[in-house]
């Protein structure tokens, strides 16, 4: 595999290790621990990243109304 991976890979592979886990015992919850620290992460800086578009659209809706104004 190359290239970065995406989030649904990252579920994807929460739930394999999830089901080794649970098929194999606790050895492999390190796993599930790391993926589940990787998805918290991604999931953050994609917050973040809503959020500041939703920022700059709405300053960009303001000046667009005063330059019309």
Do not use: F, W
């Not at 015992?25 to 992460?41: F, K, S």
């Not at 999931?43 to 300053?59: G, T």
């Amino acid at each position: 595999m190359s290239g970065p991976v995406s989030t649904a890979d990252l579920e994807q592979a929460l739930a394999a290790c999830a089901y080794i886990v649970l098929q194999h015992g606790d050895a492999y919850v390190p796993l599930v621990d790391r993926l589940e620290d990787e998805l918290a992460e991604r999931r953050k800086c994609e917050s973040a990243r809503v959020r500041a578009a939703r920022i700059l659209n709405s300053m960009s809706v303001e000046v667009t109304h005063a330059l019309a104004g």
